[in-house]
């Protein structure tokens, strides 16, 4: 009775692996406490990990946004490895617990934020470009200077649309007191304004109407709903040239308010940055009693040189912070040279915001803009929902398998039902090993496979009956049932893990939970069904060794 | 030692023509609901926010809100087109906004899961959580269609391969035939109980190709072992009797995964429902399909293309047919 020694011995090991496999470890993982400050926390976990539709939290896909920037197909893949650092950086100051960043494919990055719940605030840290510039505002009124041009150009390609015509033009009227007009510009300006009255708004002042000049030197006033129309304008390609060279159009990124309406700000800004955020080494978020919240940066040695050789030539003028080609706060006046400290102000924006920007800067600006390509977001109720309805799935399809299996086979089939659990152990223990995640299709896999895991056990079954039948000895019976059901076992299990495998090959995420869930199903319901039920009937013919008739 | 269904010796293959006519008129009915979506200018399955690319809110109420009043909230957001369904109880509710019907567009993104849960917010206040949203941009979608495909026929390649190798080309084919019939049967299923096709979804149909040609593979496995034992037979007994011999085999393990499926029907949950259904179509598919796709599609093949590696059985065979053939045309 060696071999069966050696069968115990095999059983008793795989078993101890499988335990093994599952013991519950320790696992450092950084936890943001109550104060909102991260910290290296120890936990204990069983080393299977939920999915995200399990435990909730954030799923996204991020692709290069080529409506803002074209890139070479040749520079993609370089550009999104260097994206992908850079997200995961500010993926790490962002404080998820066990983040995953991860290509996919060759041009997509793919972030799972487990626990993320502030969809929005996940969103903007990921996509924000973070691309830093700080550009002196314009002071030789070029913009007001092509402003007829562009009104021309307007009408000429009758960009206005003549039923809203009026409107726009009402609140401008209204805002004259504002007006600080200097010299012709006022005059050009309040000419616009003037003929707009008569005229339609697909007159000469088509655009000149919505703009108003603002109190510091290329800063102008667009009130926040004509802030579209403005945009629309200015993006049409002939619009856009007519614009003065070496100069460029921004916004500001929230709105002021003056009197009871509210304004967006709109700068001409010089084309070329005297600095950019690349020497940039560090940001904090802070709170000043004057400014609001605002973001201190710090840069190395020789941006700070070359930022004080800049602010130097530049005293007096007022210079536009631009982030992501968006103009922050208002334009500060340059008092004098700035060297390697400066700060950012907020405008009205909370301190999150400050964190964000401030975590956005320190971890570098993006190589190229991105934009979600996909995004999921599960609450945690909805998974803690599913992982209870599949716990409930399993055990009803466990004492189901368990009903049907020993009613109809007797002992043999508790036999069959002793081998299910040691097949429920080394699925997980497989699950565990191979990184596997479990997710609510994997729960379905785990629950389908426990009824097709019985299925070997019945051909064995099957097999063992005929052979009874045909004559012969209990012992004979078994051996044969064992070796002929063999055929039809394998053939059929190798062609459910083939296309598991195709599964999990062109699937994503959940889907692949589930290949591999069904995979490891697969391996372990042959290893108990074939290996584990043998031995225990081994065990049993050696108990009652003058057995005459089978329980089967 | 309790027995169902023992040493039966039923003609299985006698009712293939009523088998045939049932399963024809089935796909049928699916096909022609395809062909009126496809007429009607709809995508030819309904598909999930994955495939159409889109974004999906999914709501829970504390109080049931009525179709209604969830419609309006949308409504008044600008989101007229958007689906709105009621998803598993009254208190939770689904709302679809897919790319290209009107007001959605691909610019707008995933900026549209935010208005959505601002509107609803804006109308019940604490009384709505979001439990989960999903936003698919269409190149993703696009690309996940194609992947599902292609992952369907891989498998179809993969599996013929490995039946090439193991079996012969005839019955290879014949298992094929029978895996691509209950593909279309449980597309017909899913269009005629309106299921919707998600990534989900076909893995629940790559899963039934692999249990139908499992199942396929234990009938034909005892065809090929009866085959070199018995040689005074025809295919036609000879398909029979494997069938018959199989039959206790088939009738438990349909019952252990019907059982697994039935729990995930009932408890597992809305989410993961239509999987739940596909799979438990796939089982009643497959097992038909083994006897009637594949059982009758082997007797035609070696009809057409008889077996000469081995004369004295060829010969044999050859006369057995036409005895199978007179009894098939006698019923």
Excluded at chain 1, 152 to 172: F, N, S
Excluded at chain 2, 116 to 142: H, M, N, Q, W
Excluded at chain 2, 166 to 172: I, L
């Amino acid at each position: 009775m060696t071999n069966l020694r050696y069968r115990l011995l095999g059983i008793a090991v795989l078993t101890a692996l499988a335990a093994f496999a599952l013991f519950p470890r320790n696992r450092t993982v950084q936890v943001r406490g109550p104060d909102g400050v991260l910290r290296d926390t120890v936990q204990r976990h069983v080393p299977l990990s939920y999915g995200l539709d399990l435990v909730g939290g954030m799923h996204q896909t991020l692709e290069i946004d080529e409506s803002k920037q074209q890139i070479a197909q040749k520079d993609k893949a370089d550009a999104i490895d260097k994206a992908l650092k850079t997200v995961r950086n500010r993926i790490e100051g962002f404080g998820v617990s066990e983040p995953a960043i991860s290509k996919s494919g060759t041009d997509r990055i793919t972030v799972e934020l487990p626990g993320m719940e502030e969809r929005e605030r996940a969103l903007q840290v990921v996509q924000d470009q973070a691309f830093l510039e700080f550009k002196i505002t314009d002071k030789t009124g070029a913009f007001e200077r092509v402003l007829p041009r562009l009104d021309a150009i307007i009408k000429e390609r009758k960009l206005a649309p003549a039923a809203v015509a009026g409107t726009p033009a009402a609140p401008a009227r209204g805002l004259e007191g504002l007006l600080k007009a200097a010299g012709d510009t006022g005059k050009k300006v309040a000419q616009g304004r003037d003929t707009a009255k008569a005229d339609s708004a697909s007159g000469p002042g088509a655009l000149s109407n919505l703009i108003q000049q603002g109190q510091m030197p290329g800063e102008f006033m667009v009130e926040d709903g004509a802030v579209t129309r403005v945009k629309a304008y200015l993006a049409d390609s002939v619009v856009n040239a007519a614009l003065p060279p070496a100069k460029e159009v921004l916004w500001s990124t929230d709105s002021t308010i003056y009197g009871n309406k509210k304004y967006r700000m709109l700068y001409l800004v010089d084309a070329r940055a005297i600095m950019t955020g690349e020497h940039l080494t560090d940001a904090r978020p802070n709170t000043s009693p004057l400014e609001g919240t605002i973001v201190q940066f710090t840069m190395d040695n020789v941006g700070g040189r070359r930022f004080r050789n800049e602010t130097g030539k530049h005293i007096g003028d007022n210079m536009a912070i631009v982030l992501d080609k968006r103009v922050m706060g208002r334009p500060p006046v340059i008092q004098g040279a700035i060297s390697t400290n400066g700060q950012i102000t907020m405008g009205g924006k909370d301190l999150a915001a400050a964190q964000d920007l401030a975590l956005v800067l320190r971890a570098g600006a993006l190589p190229v803009p991105l934009r979600v390509a996909e995004v999921r977001t599960i609450g945690p109720s909805l998974g803690a929902d599913s992982i209870e309805k599949g716990m409930r799935a399993s055990i009803l399809a466990v004492v189901l398998v368990i009903v049907v299996m020993v009613s109809y086979y007797r002992v043999s089939g508790l036999l069959a039902v002793g081998a299910l659990g040691f097949y429920a152990l080394f699925t997980l223990a497989t699950l565990a090993v191979f990184g596997g995640v479990l997710t609510l299709p994997g729960i379905a896999g785990f629950v389908l496979s426990i009824g097709i895991a019985v299925d070997a056990n019945v051909l064995i079954f099957e097999r063992i009956r005929e052979e009874l039948d045909r004559g012969k000895t209990i012992r004979t019976a078994i051996d044969e049932g064992f070796r002929h059901a063999m055929p039809a076992i394998i053939d059929s299990n190798v062609s459910t893990i083939l296309t598991a495998a195709v599964l999990y090959q062109y699937g994503t995420g959940a889907v692949r939970g589930f290949a591999v869930t069904l995979i490891a199903g697969i391996t372990a319901s042959l290893v108990s069904a074939i290996f584990i039920v043998r031995t225990f009937y081994m065990i049993w013919l050696q108990r009652k060794r003058g057995i005459q008739a089978l329980s089967i | 030692m309790l027995r169902i269904l023992h040493g039966t010796n039923y003609d299985f293959i006698k009712w293939w023509k009523v088998m045939a006519a049932i399963t024809v008129a089935f796909i049928v009915v699916g096909g022609s609901m395809v062909t009126g979506r496809i007429i009607r200018k709809e995508p030819p399955v309904n598909k999930s926010i994955e495939f159409s690319g889109g974004t999906l809110v999914h709501l829970k109420f504390a109080q049931p809100p009525g179709d209604a009043s969830v419609r309006e909230a949308m409504t008044s957001a600008g989101f007229g087109h958007a689906e709105i369904q009621e998803f598993g109880s009254p208190d939770q509710y689904t709302v679809r906004a897919r790319l290209g019907t009107g007001e959605v567009t691909a610019a707008q993104g995933d900026s549209t899961a935010k208005l959505v849960a601002a509107a609803i917010k804006a109308k019940y206040g604490d009384g709505v959580t979001v439990l989960r949203s999903e936003f698919v941009g269409p190149r993703v979608g696009d690309e996940l269609q194609t992947n599902a495909i292609i992952a369907i026929l891989i498998s179809f390649m993969v599996t013929l391969i490995y039946l090439a190798i193991r079996f012969e080309w005839r019955f290879g084919l014949a298992a094929v035939i029978a895996t691509a019939h209950d593909t279309i049967t449980t597309i017909a299923f899913i269009t005629i109980m309106h299921l919707e096709v998600s990534l989900t979804v076909v893995a629940a149909i790559l899963t039934v190709i692999g249990y139908s040609l499992n199942d396929t593979i234990i009938i034909f496995d005892r065809v090929r072992e009866n085959l070199k034992k018995a040689r005074k037979e025809s295919l036609y007994v000879l398909l029979n009797r494997s069938i018959n011999e199989t039959l206790p085999r088939s009738i438990m393990t349909h019952a252990t995964t019907l059982a697994a499926t039935f729990a995930l029907l009932l408890f597992a949950g809305e989410v993961i429902r239509p999987f739940s259904w596909v799979m438990t179509f796939g089982i009643f598919t497959g097992t038909f399909s083994s006897i009637y796709v594949a059982g009758a599609l082997l007797l035609y093949i070696e009809h057409k293309w008889p077996r000469e590696a081995d004369k004295g059985t060829s010969r044999a065979l050859a006369a057995e047919r036409r005895e199978g053939a007179g009894a098939a045309a006698g019923n």
